[in-house]
T-cell receptor, first 114, second 114 residues
């Protein structure tokens, strides 16, 4: 079965420090991977995607993600965290069943402390 | 450009009632998907529509139905509401071209069933 795992319910980081939010996936075929962010009482905002090509993909608001095929991981990173980055982050993989269904992880709450 | 819009923002219904949620995709986008996000979980796929045809259905009961109109807007209907239907319902649009995979989400409709 296709799935996404986000092993950390919450990640705490000090402002200015680098941050990593972890994601591993299980999918048949080539993975199409996505990161979204959700602020309180808001919908999901698209951050970045990996379809093919370079393993390091850059996205919105200074975020980037590293695709690692051997470890089936797609970790979200940012070199210097901001307090305003505090939000709920979701990793998702496109279902390989032939249409664009997204399978989401349970989410990781990022808390950036001043 | 306007993003995905959804109405209403909030809704309170009683068990057994019926509800209709509405979504307008980003201009030019032909594909609309619906997701259910229960508190504390990642979004779960309900339906995908493309060019007014259902292209995918998630693991939801027949009480859930949807349709897409000629202007690509969409409605999600839920009949015989249960307490467990309380959730944030998210609509997402995608352009539908072969090279576009990311979905853009609306702010959601918060449904509370009492």
């Amino acid at each position: 079965a296709q799935s996404v795992a986000q092993p950390e319910d919450q990640v705490n980081v000090a402002e200015g420090n680098p941050l990593t939010v972890k994601c591993t996936y299980s999918v048949s075929g080539n993975p199409y991977l996505f990161w979204y962010v959700q602020y309180p009482n808001r919908g999901l905002q698209f951050l970045l995607k990996y379809i093919t090509g370079d393993n390091l993909v850059k996205g919105s608001y200074g975020f980037e993600a590293e695709f690692n095929k051997s470890q089936t991981s797609f970790h979200l990173k940012k070199p210097s965290a901001l307090v305003s980055d505090s939000a709920l982050y979701f990793c998702a993989v496109r279902d390989s069943g032939g249409y664009n269904k997204l399978i989401f992880g349970a989410g990781t709450r990022l808390a950036v402390h001043p | 450009d306007a993003g995905v819009t959804q109405s209403p923002t909030h809704l309170i219904k009683t068990r057994g009632q019926q509800v209709t949620l509405r979504c307008s995709p980003i201009s030019g986008h032909k594909s609309v998907s619906w997701y259910q996000q229960v508190l504390g979980q990642g979004p779960q796929f309900i339906f995908q529509y493309y060019e007014k045809e259902e292209r995918g259905r998630g693991n939801f009961p027949d009480r859930f139905s949807a349709r897409q109109f000629p202007n690509y807007s969409s409605e999600l209907n839920v009949n015989a509401l249960l307490l467990g239907d309380s959730a944030l319902y998210l609509c997402a649009s995608r352009s539908g071209t072969l090279v576009s995979y990311e979905q853009y989400f609306g702010p959601g409709t918060r449904l509370t069933v009492t």
